[in-house]
């Protein structure tokens, strides 16, 4: 059976960071499927659409990569639609491990034929999050040793036209 794995995320914007989790796991697994989700807790910069155009830029080159958007909805629902079994997260320190634990068991509870993998977070990415990037963004810091360099040219027109606005 193929080993097909999702990669669920909010994705705003996406980071080297993120970057790094999908290369190294396209290497694991068969297929990638990075999933925009909705996250109703945190107010977006990007739409889901320029979200999955920016990502599918960004990975154009990992040809066992796709991307797709989810409005709403349970992870591992839509891990069932694309017929994935396995999901990936990524972890940079003792809050997403307490965090992403949480959210692995009751995946688990729901699914135990989906296993929720984890990958350590690379050193130079450790303190690298979306919204860190987007405080440093939107005062003018340069963000392109952070994110890849499309992802940082869309920030530098949102907060252009923030600014404008
Ligand atoms: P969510 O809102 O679902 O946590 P994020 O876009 O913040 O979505 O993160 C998606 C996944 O990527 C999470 O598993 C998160 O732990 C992981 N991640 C975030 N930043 C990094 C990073 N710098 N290195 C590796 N993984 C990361």
């Known amino acids: 059976m193929a080993k097909i794995a999702l990669f669920p995320g909010s994705f705003d914007p996406f980071t080297n960071g993120h970057l790094d989790t999908v290369v190294r796991a396209s290497q694991l697994f068969d297929e990638v499927v990075i999933a925009v989700m909705t996250n109703t807790a945190k107010k977006a910069l990007f ?3 320029e979200k999955v155009a920016l990502i599918e830029a960004a990975t154009a ?3 066992n990569v796709r991307v797709v958007a ?3 909805g349970l992870t591992i629902a839509l891990a069932h639609q694309l ?3 396995f999901i990936v997260r990524g972890l940079r320190n003792a809050n997403d491990l307490a965090y992403e634990s949480d959210i692995a068991r009751v995946n ?3 699914d135990d034929t989906i296993e929720t993998v984890f990958l350590l977070a690379s050193s130079q990415y450790l303190a690298v999050s979306s919204s860190m990037i987007k405080e440093v963004a939107q005062f003018g810091g340069d963000v ?3 994110v890849p360099a499309n992802v940082a040219s869309a920030l530098a027109n949102k907060f252009a036209q923030v600014h404008h606005d």
Do not use: E
Request: net charge neutral; no cysteine; glycine share 6%.
């Open 47 to 49: 739409t889901p659409d």
């Open 61 to 63: 080159k990992l040809t």
């Open 70 to 72: 989810q409005a709403n």
């Open 83 to 85: 017929g994935a079994n």
């Open 108 to 110: 688990q509870s729901l």
């Open 144 to 146: 392109s040793s952070l």
